[in-house]
């Protein structure tokens, strides 16, 4: 929007709800909205990021204070058990003005939209937040959801914006030493009847990132917070034999440590 000759930049809040029903959910880093963050701030968009993992029902004063800032879209991520607490912060926003918008991404809302039509949600962004979340700032219209087309090149994702969250809030450890985790890649190609995501096209395809990119972020997290231990957050590490074997000969050129997911049947 422009005023005075000025550009004036949309202003986008993303929040993180609590899991109260987890051990901590202070140990896993939200990547997810992260990644959403940094394509946002790429697209022009401002950004911050309320992060209210390990907050008690205390958070609910806080939520209404930046409910009150009036930023142009507020965004929510949620899991299906994280649902309710989503649900009950959009209220929240809500409450404060009804006209705010609220948006909902993230597991959930792919593999369940039609839980979340009927919901005080504006807009339920079914698939990639990284093209789904400026779709849905910018459409006006009365239609619910948001069907994001997938991002095809996972190294055209910026590094998920660390900088918007308290880092040294997690605490997650790999063999007695601090760690934080990073994904390699996504999808998967097995259809296992425990798994939400089988029918789903989004994670069902392959997307890797290339190992000189995720050798910059370990880096990157070795030098600027100190990291040497890592937990690969991919759903199976060893998919393919050879780009983890390229994977694992580049990471042994560093003192690290880590810890990763593996499908048995092809380990050997």
């Known amino acids: ?29 939200p990547l997810g909205i992260l990644y959403v963050a940094s394509m946002l701030r790429q697209q022009g968009y401002g950004v911050e990021v309320l992060d209210l993992t390990g907050k008690d029902e205390r958070y609910e004063l806080e939520v209404k204070q930046y409910a009150e800032k009036n930023y142009d879209a507020y965004g929510l ?6 649902l309710g607490q989503a649900v ?78 308290d880092m040294d809030s997690y605490e997650y450890y790999v063999g007695g030493e601090r760690a934080t985790n990073i994904i390699t890649q996504l ?3 097995y259809g296992c009847a425990f798994c939400s995501g089988r ?26 917070h100190g990291y040497t231990s890592f937990m690969f957050y991919d759903d199976e590490l060893n998919i393919v034999k050879k780009r983890t074997l390229e994977f694992m000969a580049e990471f042994k050129k560093r003192n690290f440590t880590f810890r990763g997911y593996i499908k048995t049947n092809l380990f050997d």
């Open 199 to 224: 029918a789903q096209p989004e994670y069902r395809q392959m997307r890797w990132r290339s190992i000189s990119s995720v050798m910059e972020e370990i880096d990157m997290l070795h030098d600027k």
């Open 77 to 82: 991520t949620a899991t299906s058990p994280d």
């Open 1 to 29: 929007m422009w005023w005075n000759g000025c550009i004036c930049l949309k202003n986008v809040l993303l929040i993180t709800p609590p899991s109260p029903f987890l051990l901590s959910d202070k140990a896993i880093v």
């Open 88 to 165: 009950h912060i959009c209220k929240l926003i809500k409450s404060v003005n009804p006209k705010n918008k609220v948006i909902l991404g993230g597991p959930h809302a792919t593999v369940g939209p039609q839980t979340c039509v009927n919901l005080e949600f504006d807009k339920v962004v079914v698939g990639d937040g990284w093209t789904g979340a400026k779709m849905a700032i910018e459409d006006e219209s009365s239609e619910r959801l948001i069907f994001a087309p997938m991002l095809k090149n996972f190294d055209d994702a910026p590094l998920p914006a660390r900088d918007l969250i």
């Open 187 to 189: 999808g998967c190609p």
